[in-house]
């Protein structure tokens, strides 16, 4: 239940698992280049707080003692798994590019069902990661931002052409442990949720689908924040949820529920993201903080606020670019209702994510899972 959540620590469940992962993401970057080598590793070796792939092995266990689809069962799944170690095949992309990297080599015997997290849901973890420092590269030089996780930004360090190209090459290894995972489904998954998050960002860019803002459009506006947020922010861990539970096996109605369970918490996440950036220090954030409106984005926060105070209209529309604008906008947010009505609408997405998880057996990753969700909307960065 919710009260033991508090004690649960989601981390240590899969601490194994996480232990192993930057490791492992290392072993599919390796590039002939040595400094591209550095650029795509520099946010896998700063120090993140790997939820995604917490969730993914979470997600994992929590499934594997849900019911699965027809003909289904471990012995297969880990003779699936030696299937795709030993099939493989080289593909000499450059001369100290090593293939047996991406051969997933890891099997055990498990005598708990709930303890069996497949070499290819690992792998998994690892792709969510890679595609996620992906993402963050490129975010980073569209928001001019200078640091991450408390370190300077990876533009800043290396430059805009080579942040770009190195997230790039995250993505093409990610493509490539992706494939070998030998799941038509799970591809296509995962390809979708990098479709996603440059379609978010687009719609991030151009702000709304609305040439003249009104408080009329407020609700239609906030409407397509939210749409935007989905594919921005919660369609990684949605889709990667629901890659977990089919590639264990997991029968419709429980990849459903993990894909639920994903969508309900990236939303809340996000939501929880766009009030901190009103309420904490950069220092404390290791990120800058008010970005949001210097970067011209009204979020949930000033959207709820418009519909009290209309003369955020104006400025939403002309994206906080007038002299004072960002001062005065912050100051109608904070004394708005706005944080509250943000933190509202992050809880009942939190409470949402809980009910997915009804259809699961119960079980310490469930748990974990719940204690990840409490820990969403309780975070201070
Ligand atoms: C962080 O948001 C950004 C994302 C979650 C997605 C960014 C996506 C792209 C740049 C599209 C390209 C995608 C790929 C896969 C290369 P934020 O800026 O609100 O958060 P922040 O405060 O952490 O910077
Ligand atoms: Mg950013
Ligand atoms: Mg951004």
């Not at 904070?334 to 009910?355: F, P």
Request: hydrophobic share 45%.
């Amino acid at each position: 239940g919710i009260a033991s959540a508090f004690k649960t620590d989601p981390t240590s469940i899969v601490g194994n698992e996480l232990a192993s992962l930057t490791k492992n993401i290392k072993s599919l970057l390796g590039s002939g280049h040595p400094f591209l080598d550095r650029v795509a590793k520099y946010y896998i070796n700063s120090e993140g707080k790997h939820i995604r792939p917490m969730v993914v092995l979470l997600m994992s266990r929590a499934t594997a003692i849900a019911p699965k689809v027809d003909g289904w069962n471990v012995d297969q799944a880990v003779l699936d798994t030696n299937a795709v170690n030993t099939s493989l095949t080289p593909l000499g992309i450059l001369n100290d590019f090593n293939p047996d990297h991406m051969k997933l080599s890891e099997t055990k015997t498990f005598t708990n069902l709930g303890e069996l997290v497949l070499s290819t849901q690992r792998r998994l973890a690892e792709i969510v990661e890679m595609i996620h420092a992906a993402s963050l590269l490129h975010d980073d030089v569209i928001d001019l931002a200078e640091t991450r996780r408390g370190k300077k930004s990876g533009n800043l360090e290396f430059g805009n052409k080579m942040a770009v190209l190195a997230g790039d090459f995250l993505l093409g290894r990610a493509s490539v442990a992706l494939a070998r995972l030998r799941d038509a489904e799970v591809t296509e998954l995962m390809s979708t949720v990098i479709a996603n998050l440059v379609e978010g960002e687009f719609m991030q860019l151009e702000n709304s689908n609305q040439d003249k803002l009104s408080p009329e459009v407020a609700r239609e506006t906030l409407d397509y924040y939210l749409q935007k947020t989905y594919l921005k922010s919660a369609a990684l861990i949605s889709k990667s949820c629901r890659s977990a539970a089919v590639l264990g096996g997991a029968t419709q109605e429980v990849a459903d529920a993990a894909y639920q369970y994903g969508k309900n918490l990236g939303l809340a996440f996000q939501l929880v993201d766009d009030m901190l950036d009103y309420t904490v220090s950069a220092e404390e954030l290791g990120k800058p903080a008010g970005a949001d409106l210097n970067l011209g984005l009204a979020t949930a926060p000033a959207l709820f606020a418009w519909e009290e105070h209309p003369e955020l209209g104006p400025m939403i529309e002309r994206k906080f670019s007038e002299e004072g604008d960002v001062v005065k906008a912050r100051s109608l947010v904070v004394e708005s209702n706005g944080l509250a009505r943000t933190k509202a609408l992050a809880e009942s997405y939190c409470q949402a994510a809980i009910d997915a998880l009804a259809c699961l057996p119960d079980s310490e990753a469930k748990e974990g899972l719940i204690a990840v969700v409490e820990k969403a909307l309780k975070r201070k960065k």
